[in-house]
């Protein structure tokens, strides 16, 4: 009986760990408020894969379920200076932050 229950345990911790991760922030513009609807992109290095994601009305994100890997970040908006954070490296269950504060000008990279 106690064998059985250990397993069980073992097996209950083997799901419930994960092979991803989450990337998280705020955007705000230069002199403080909020930016809606930026377009935040996160390219995996190794793979190509894209995720992609929008700030809320506070300006929040969150990109979840994120592959482990080594990731290239964006942040644009129209109007506002691009903003981009390379090799972020995430791995299994981490919650990466990245905040942003946008330029007013001509999107750049």
Known sequence: ????????FLCVLTFAQTDTATITGSIVDASGPAVADAVIRAS???TGATFNAQSNDSGVYVLTALPIGSYDVSITRP???SVRRVDVV????TRARI?????VGA???
């Not at 995430?90 to 269950?93: K, W």
């Not at 905040?99 to 330029?103: I, K, T, W």
């Open 44 to 46: 995996n290095r190794a």
């Open 107 to 109: 999107v750049t990279e």
């Open 79 to 81: 109007g506002f200076q």
């Open 90 to 93: 995430l791995s299994a269950g």
């Open 1 to 8: 009986m106690r064998l059985t229950a250990w397993i069980l």
């Open 99 to 103: 905040d942003a504060s946008l330029q």
